[in-house]
């Protein structure tokens, strides 16, 4: 069974300084997809990055990075130099990829605050 | 923008009323989702759909029934509303090959079962 723990309820960075949430997760299917979403207090999801199993090399989307460390099971998000928009509930979540599985797992979520 | 809207965005009904949920995207992707979302627990797959006429239950499947009678529209029905299923209920298609596809979420719909 997939399972995602975000062991970081809340935590709070200053403007302009590096961030890491983290993740971690359980499976025993070899081929599954990570992903990170954003929901500011808007409530809206927003995708944010994606990282496969097989992937070689850890995936970027602009200020936004993926530590993928397969044998820790673990898939940290980076987010590099702050911004107050950064401010938002921030979710893990895991799909196995067996042919049938659409059930995408989310963690409970790292409420990250911004500090100016 | 994946081009998803829900309808109504809010919602306040009593127990034991029925209620209607609409999920309506532009683009004729295949697959659509319905979760909910609680504190404590993330988000949590209720149904989703593969095509019209096409649905499986997801995790959190009892008390909620879908249909999809058009590829653009995904209907979550509670025939019976009851207090626990107060919630905010999101929509979701998914875009992309097999093996990378992303989930993209409408906008979300509270529920209050009063």
């Known amino acids: 069974a997939q399972k995602i723990t975000q062991t970081q309820p809340g935590m709070f960075v200053q403007e302009k300084e590096a961030v890491t949430l983290d993740c971690t997760y359980d499976?025993?299917?070899?081929?599954?997809?990570l992903f990170w979403y954003k929901q500011p207090s808007s409530g809206e999801m927003i995708f944010l990055i994606y990282?496969?199993?097989?992937?070689?090399q850890n995936a970027t989307e602009g200020r936004y990075s993926l530590n993928f460390q397969k044998a820790r099971k673990s898939a940290n998000l980076v987010i590099s130099a702050s911004q107050l928009g950064d401010s938002a509930m921030y979710f893990c979540?895991?799909?196995?990829?067996?042919?049938?599985?659409?059930?995408?797992?989310f963690g409970t979520g790292t409420r990250l605050t911004i500090i100016p | 923008d994946a081009g998803i809207t829900q309808s109504p965005r809010h919602k306040v009904t009593e127990t034991g009323t029925p209620v209607t949920l609409r999920c309506h995207q532009t683009?004729?992707?295949?697959?659509m989702y319905w979760y909910r979302q609680d504190p404590g627990h993330g988000l949590r797959l209720i149904h989703y759909?593969?095509?019209?006429?096409?649905?499986d239950k997801g995790e959190v499947s009892d008390g909620y029934s879908v249909s999809r009678s058009k590829t653009e529209d995904f209907l979550l029905t509670l025939e019976s509303a009851t207090s626990s299923q107060t919630s905010v209920y999101f929509c979701?298609?998914?875009?992309?090959?097999?093996?990378?596809?992303?989930?993209?979420f409408g906008p979300g719909t509270r529920l209050t079962v009063l």
């Open positions: 499976t025993s299917d070899p081929s599954y997809g």
């Open positions: 759909s593969y095509g019209v006429k096409d649905t």
């Open positions: 979540a895991m799909r196995e990829l067996t042919f049938g599985n659409e059930k995408l797992t």
């Open positions: 979701a298609i998914s875009v992309g090959g097999e093996s990378t596809d992303t989930q993209y």
């Open positions: 683009e004729n992707h295949r697959y």
């Open positions: 990282q496969g199993s097989y992937d070689q």
